[in-house]
């Protein structure tokens, strides 16, 4: 069965810190990685990853795949109160199949 | 970028009756839409596959007569609830790839909320 998982599932951090989030999967006939942010109502892209070891970055926000190990990391620096929100992984694959989706990291950033 | 309208963003309907939910792509065709929903605090959850021309693929436990989809073009996909009942009330959330330019982020709707009375 394919799996993405997501850790930590929450976090609170003060403004100004830089943050980690972490998503790991074990899927068939991957294809690509895609980060969104998630506040009140749909989800809005962040990024897309397909090759391992390519830093992709916008602004504060920037993420990495490691297709060896099987996960991507999802880095916000000098966080702000506007960064609040849930950060979902998912996962594509070969065909015009659905995103599987990690259950997301609730990111909580206070003044 | 691409689009994905969904509509209505909000429905208060009561127990019994039946909701109708839009999903259109704005400038693109979309041979394949996906209907999510999500509980609160919880993750996107793939309910069904939406194929224009032919029958939606429902996911393991999704009531298929309960959830009609209907893709009748390139660009239009509804979600029925029909029968609604409160454990139906949740936040659904249409979308869509666009291949264009070998474009394959998934692009969403904007949900629906659905409370069910």
């Known amino acids: 069965e394919d799996k993405v998982v997501q850790s930590p599932l929450s976090l609170v951090v003060h403004e100004g810190d830089t943050v980690t989030l972490n998503c790991s999967y074990e899927?068939?006939?991957?294809?690509?990685l895609l980060w969104y942010k998630q506040e009140k109502k749909a989800p809005t892209f962040l990024f897309m990853l397909?090759?391992?070891?390519i830093e992709k970055k916008s602004g504060r926000l920037s993420s990495i795949l490691d297709k060896k190990e099987l996960f991507s990391i999802l880095n916000i620096t000098a966080t702000q109160t506007g960064d609040s929100a849930v950060y979902l992984c998912?996962?594509?694959?070969?065909?015009?199949?659905?995103?599987?989706f990690g259950k997301g990291t609730r990111l909580s950033v206070i003044a | 970028g691409a689009v994905v309208s969904q509509h209505p963003s909000r429905v208060i309907c009561k127990s019994g009756t039946s909701v109708k939910i839009e999903c259109r792509s704005l400038?693109?065709?979309?041979?394949?839409m996906f209907w999510y929903r999500q509980f609160p605090k919880q993750s996107l959850m793939l309910m069904a596959t939406s194929n224009e021309g032919s029958k939606a693929t429902y996911e393991q436990g999704v009531e298929k007569d309960k959830f009609l989809i209907n893709h009748a073009s390139l660009t239009l996909s509804t979600l029925t609830v029909t029968s609604a009942h409160p454990e139906d009330s949740s936040f659904y959330i249409c979308?869509?790839?666009?291949?264009?330019?070998?474009?394959?982020?998934?692009?969403f709707g904007s949900g629906t909320q659905l409370s069910v009375l």
């Open positions: 998912a996962v594509t694959f070969s065909g015009n199949t659905p995103l599987v």
């Open positions: 400038d693109f065709q979309a041979t394949t």
């Open positions: 397909t090759s391992s070891g």
């Open positions: 899927v068939t006939n991957f294809r690509s």
């Open positions: 979308s869509a790839r666009d291949y264009r330019a070998g474009n394959e982020k998934l692009f």
